[in-house]
Protein backbone atom coordinates (compact mmCIF):
# COMPACT_ATOMS: atom_id res chain seq x y z
CA UNK A 1 0.00 0.00 0.00
CA UNK A 2 2.60 2.59 1.16
CA UNK A 3 4.65 1.88 -1.78
CA UNK A 4 1.31 2.30 -4.47
CA UNK A 5 0.90 5.49 -2.73
CA UNK A 6 4.12 6.66 -2.85
CA UNK A 7 4.06 6.15 -6.76
CA UNK A 8 0.05 8.08 -6.97
CA UNK A 9 1.50 10.40 -5.53
CA UNK A 10 5.12 11.75 -6.96
CA UNK A 11 4.60 15.58 -5.39
CA UNK A 12 5.68 13.99 -2.16
CA UNK A 13 8.97 14.63 -3.18
CA UNK A 14 8.73 18.31 -3.70
CA UNK A 15 8.57 18.19 0.69
CA UNK A 16 11.98 18.80 1.85
CA UNK A 17 11.31 18.13 5.59
CA UNK A 18 11.86 14.20 5.28
CA UNK A 19 9.70 13.74 8.82
CA UNK A 20 6.46 15.99 7.45
CA UNK A 21 7.07 13.94 4.24
CA UNK A 22 6.19 10.57 5.83
CA UNK A 23 3.62 12.07 8.22
CA UNK A 24 1.68 13.17 4.71
CA UNK A 25 2.47 9.76 3.27
CA UNK A 26 1.12 8.03 6.70
CA UNK A 27 -2.04 10.22 6.04
CA UNK A 28 -2.63 8.62 2.52
CA UNK A 29 -2.10 5.21 3.63
CA UNK A 30 -4.41 5.34 7.01
CA UNK A 31 -7.06 7.23 4.93
CA UNK A 32 -7.28 4.64 2.40
CA UNK A 33 -7.03 1.46 5.09
CA UNK A 34 -10.16 3.09 6.23
CA UNK A 35 -11.84 3.68 2.71
CA UNK A 36 -14.31 1.75 0.89
CA UNK A 37 -12.04 2.86 -2.26
CA UNK A 38 -9.18 1.41 -3.45
CA UNK A 39 -6.26 3.39 -5.18
CA UNK A 40 -7.29 2.15 -8.64
CA UNK A 41 -10.21 3.71 -8.11
CA UNK A 42 -8.64 6.88 -7.59
CA UNK A 43 -7.45 6.40 -10.93
CA UNK A 44 -10.91 6.19 -12.51
CA UNK A 45 -13.45 7.91 -10.36
CA UNK A 46 -14.57 11.74 -10.74
CA UNK A 47 -12.79 14.41 -8.71
CA UNK A 48 -16.34 15.89 -7.97
CA UNK A 49 -19.77 14.74 -7.80
CA UNK A 50 -20.65 17.94 -7.46
CA UNK A 51 -20.30 18.19 -11.62
CA UNK A 52 -22.21 15.70 -13.83
CA UNK A 53 -20.15 13.89 -16.01
CA UNK A 54 -17.07 14.77 -14.71
CA UNK A 55 -14.36 13.29 -17.05
CA UNK A 56 -11.33 14.69 -15.08
CA UNK A 57 -10.07 11.84 -12.57
CA UNK A 58 -9.94 12.57 -8.83
CA UNK A 59 -5.74 12.01 -9.26
CA UNK A 60 -5.14 13.98 -12.15
CA UNK A 61 -7.38 16.97 -10.24
CA UNK A 62 -5.56 16.75 -7.17
CA UNK A 63 -2.42 16.53 -8.56
CA UNK A 64 -2.72 19.32 -10.90
CA UNK A 65 -3.83 21.63 -7.48
CA UNK A 66 -0.42 20.57 -6.05
CA UNK A 67 1.22 21.74 -8.87
CA UNK A 68 -0.66 25.04 -9.73
CA UNK A 69 -0.12 26.10 -5.82
CA UNK A 70 3.65 24.90 -5.83
CA UNK A 71 4.35 27.11 -8.99
CA UNK A 72 2.02 30.37 -7.84
CA UNK A 73 4.07 30.08 -4.50
CA UNK A 74 7.08 29.98 -6.03
CA UNK A 75 6.68 33.22 -8.32
CA UNK A 76 5.08 35.50 -5.17
CA UNK A 77 7.99 34.16 -3.42
CA UNK A 78 10.57 35.46 -5.93
CA UNK A 79 7.96 38.72 -6.67
CA UNK A 80 6.80 39.56 -2.87
CA UNK A 81 10.31 37.96 -1.21
CA UNK A 82 10.34 38.84 2.90
CA UNK A 83 7.30 41.34 2.48
CA UNK A 84 5.17 38.17 2.46
CA UNK A 85 6.45 34.79 4.29
CA UNK A 86 5.43 31.51 2.49
CA UNK A 87 6.62 28.14 3.38
CA UNK A 88 6.45 25.67 0.06
CA UNK A 89 6.32 22.89 2.34
CA UNK A 90 3.47 23.93 3.94
CA UNK A 91 2.07 24.82 0.53
CA UNK A 92 2.78 21.12 -0.52
CA UNK A 93 1.69 19.38 2.00
CA UNK A 94 -1.90 21.31 2.25
CA UNK A 95 -2.32 21.13 -1.50
CA UNK A 96 -1.49 17.00 -1.31
CA UNK A 97 -3.45 16.51 1.96
CA UNK A 98 -6.21 18.81 1.19
CA UNK A 99 -8.89 16.00 -0.41
CA UNK A 100 -7.61 12.92 1.99
CA UNK A 101 -10.88 13.37 3.82
CA UNK A 102 -12.99 12.20 0.68
CA UNK A 103 -11.36 9.11 1.02
CA UNK A 104 -14.24 8.80 3.65
CA UNK A 105 -16.43 10.83 2.04
CA UNK A 106 -17.07 8.32 -1.26
CA UNK A 107 -18.58 4.85 -1.32
CA UNK A 108 -19.27 2.83 -3.89
CA UNK A 109 -22.66 1.49 -4.85
CA UNK A 110 -23.04 -1.08 -7.98
CA UNK A 111 -20.38 0.59 -8.98
CA UNK A 112 -20.95 4.09 -9.05
CA UNK A 113 -19.62 6.69 -6.04
CA UNK A 114 -22.07 8.17 -3.75
CA UNK A 115 -21.63 10.18 -0.23
CA UNK A 116 -21.14 7.76 2.23
CA UNK A 117 -23.21 8.17 5.65
CA UNK A 118 -19.61 9.75 7.39
CA UNK A 119 -19.92 12.34 4.17
CA UNK A 120 -23.00 12.94 4.80
CA UNK A 121 -22.29 14.01 8.04
CA UNK A 122 -18.65 15.64 8.24
CA UNK A 123 -17.35 16.66 4.66
CA UNK A 124 -14.18 16.40 4.22
CA UNK A 125 -12.72 19.32 5.44
CA UNK A 126 -13.45 17.71 8.90
CA UNK A 127 -12.70 13.86 8.52
CA UNK A 128 -9.70 15.55 6.49
CA UNK A 129 -8.40 17.03 9.43
CA UNK A 130 -9.26 14.77 12.15
CA UNK A 131 -6.80 11.62 9.58
CA UNK A 132 -3.81 14.52 9.75
CA UNK A 133 -4.34 14.93 13.37
CA UNK A 134 -3.57 10.74 13.95
CA UNK A 135 -0.32 11.08 11.73
CA UNK A 136 0.97 14.00 13.58
CA UNK A 137 0.45 16.80 10.85
CA UNK A 138 1.61 20.34 12.06
CA UNK A 139 -1.44 22.76 12.51
CA UNK A 140 -0.38 25.16 10.23
CA UNK A 141 -1.36 21.95 7.33
CA UNK A 142 -4.59 20.95 9.22
CA UNK A 143 -5.40 24.47 9.05
CA UNK A 144 -5.13 24.45 4.92
CA UNK A 145 -7.24 20.81 4.99
CA UNK A 146 -9.88 22.92 7.60
CA UNK A 147 -9.81 26.53 5.38
CA UNK A 148 -9.27 25.15 1.12
CA UNK A 149 -12.95 24.32 0.60
CA UNK A 150 -16.24 27.29 1.42
CA UNK A 151 -16.14 26.25 4.86
CA UNK A 152 -12.44 28.52 4.91
CA UNK A 153 -14.25 31.38 3.76
CA UNK A 154 -15.59 31.50 8.05
CA UNK A 155 -11.84 31.93 9.12
CA UNK A 156 -8.98 33.83 8.33
CA UNK A 157 -6.73 31.91 6.04
CA UNK A 158 -3.00 31.94 6.30
CA UNK A 159 -1.08 32.68 3.19
CA UNK A 160 -0.43 29.51 2.58
CA UNK A 161 -4.17 28.30 2.88
CA UNK A 162 -5.54 31.08 0.14
CA UNK A 163 -2.76 29.63 -2.55
CA UNK A 164 -4.24 26.57 -1.72
CA UNK A 165 -7.97 27.38 -1.88
CA UNK A 166 -7.80 29.42 -4.96
CA UNK A 167 -5.09 26.56 -6.82
CA UNK A 168 -8.38 24.18 -5.80
CA UNK A 169 -10.85 26.96 -7.21
CA UNK A 170 -9.34 27.82 -10.30
CA UNK A 171 -8.75 23.97 -11.42
CA UNK A 172 -12.82 23.44 -10.37
CA UNK A 173 -14.83 26.32 -11.24
CA UNK A 174 -13.69 26.57 -15.02
CA UNK A 175 -14.47 22.67 -15.68
CA UNK A 176 -18.01 23.38 -13.26
CA UNK A 177 -18.69 25.72 -16.61
CA UNK A 178 -17.37 23.41 -19.50
CA UNK A 179 -20.75 21.63 -20.24
CA UNK A 180 -22.95 24.68 -19.72
FE1 LIG B 1 -11.83 19.68 -1.30
Not at 3 to 17: A, G, H, Q, T, Y
Not at 84 to 112: F, H, R, T
Request: charged share 25%; net charge negative.
Amino acid sequence: MREKVREMWPELDLIKDNQLRDKVLDTWVLALEQSPLTIEDLYNIPFTLLIKDCKVSFISHKRAVVHIAYESAKIMIEFFGENLPIDLDIVVSGAILADVGKMLEYEKIDGKIVVSKTGRYLRHPFTGVSLARTCGIPDEICHIIAAHAKEGDLVIRSTEAFIVHHADFMSFLPLKNVNI
